[in-house]
């Protein structure tokens, strides 16, 4: 807001203060949302490192399992195998909601199996693709556990750098602009006054 | 709710080994895109699956919405996220490099 738009009267300084008084509090609120989030963060790095690790580790082995499944019992064998697993693993989504960020909560149930319950025959397969199946499994439960915490996180991140674009708008632009206009206007109305006092005063002294 | 999985044909098969009967092998990037789609249309998946690599191979727009959306929860594996990685996020949110 330039300062030539502005009117300098007693209704306007009004408003500014009052909308003065809205921004800091909001200042203020922001400021308490931003450490909120950021101390949630911290409490969810952690875990994010660690699942991001295990993902990994575990991704490479299964990759290792299914390159060697394909050698050792050939793509159509490995294929065969793998159309015909019976059960589907299945998860419960939730979402939980921190400080006005929407995260999700997965609960997993039965991605883990038996040999005999993965639905494809034991006496036409062998070891490696138990194996190999048992490592995806792995993999699997490293994925669910890694896409809570990791979309947690990201969306922590997104509504930290958000919170803090309008902290820092409130704090550097918002308010130092209003109470700019603020002292303006006070200063325009004590010279406003002034003005009036000094002519009346000449007046007086004329008539006298 | 069940796992989607989508990428190449050998990214796929040891998901379809460990159990998902949702998986799309996508070989270009019109179908990748296309699947993509149909997966998020699906209210039975919770999880989508990528692999990293395919994740750069589409558009912004679609990544962006991925990267945002909760149900379903998007996660990508092996090789680069794809898009802005964690540790540039966290540069990016807190101003300091947390993520060794």
Do not use: C
């Not at chain 1, 450490?35 to 991704?59: H, M, N, P, T």
């Not at chain 1, 059960?87 to 929407?102: F, T």
Request: glycine share 6%; charged share 35%.
């Amino acid at each position: 807001m330039a300062l030539r738009d502005i009117k300098p009267t007693r209704s306007e300084l009004i408003n500014i203060k009052r909308r003065i008084k809205l921004s800091e509090r909001g200042y203020n609120i922001l400021k308490m949302k931003r450490d909120g989030l950021i101390l949630e963060f911290f409490k969810v790095l952690q875990q994010a490192k660690d699942s991001r690790g295990a993902l990994l580790e575990r991704y490479e082995r299964a990759m290792e399992m299914i390159a060697l499944a394909e050698t050792v019992e050939g793509a159509i064998g490995v294929k065969a195998a793998a159309f015909s697993t019976a059960d589907a693993p299945a998860i419960s989504l939730k979402s939980k909601n921190i400080m006005g960020v929407v995260v999700p909560e997965i609960d997993a149930s039965s991605v883990r199996k038996g040999v005999l319950d993965r639905g494809y025959g034991m006496l036409g397969t062998s070891a490696v693709i138990d194996e190999t199946a048992e490592a995806f499994e792995d993999l699997l439960e490293a994925i669910i556990e890694a896409a809570e915490i990791e979309t947690t996180m990201k969306r922590l991140l997104d509504e930290i750098e958000s919170t803090k674009r309008r902290v820092n708008a409130l704090e550097f632009k918002v308010i130092p602009e209003l109470s700019e206009a603020r002292d303006f206007i006070k200063m325009r109305l004590d010279e406003m006054e002034r003005e009036e006092l000094f002519r009346l005063k000449k007046i007086k002294a004329r008539s006298t | 709710m069940e796992i989607a999985v989508v990428g190449t044909g050998e990214f796929i098969l040891g998901f379809r080994l460990a159990g998902v009967r949702k998986t799309y092998a996508a070989e270009t990037d019109e179908r990748l895109v296309e699947h993509i789609n149909q997966v998020l249309d699906d209210k039975d998946v919770g999880i989508l699956v990528l692999k990293g690599s395919d994740m750069e191979r589409i558009p912004l727009r679609l990544r962006t919405s991925l990267e945002n959306s909760v149900k379903p929860t998007v996660i990508a594996i092996g090789g680069d996220e794809g898009g802005l990685s964690m540790r540039e996020r966290i540069k990016r949110s807190v101003g300091v490099d947390l993520w060794k």
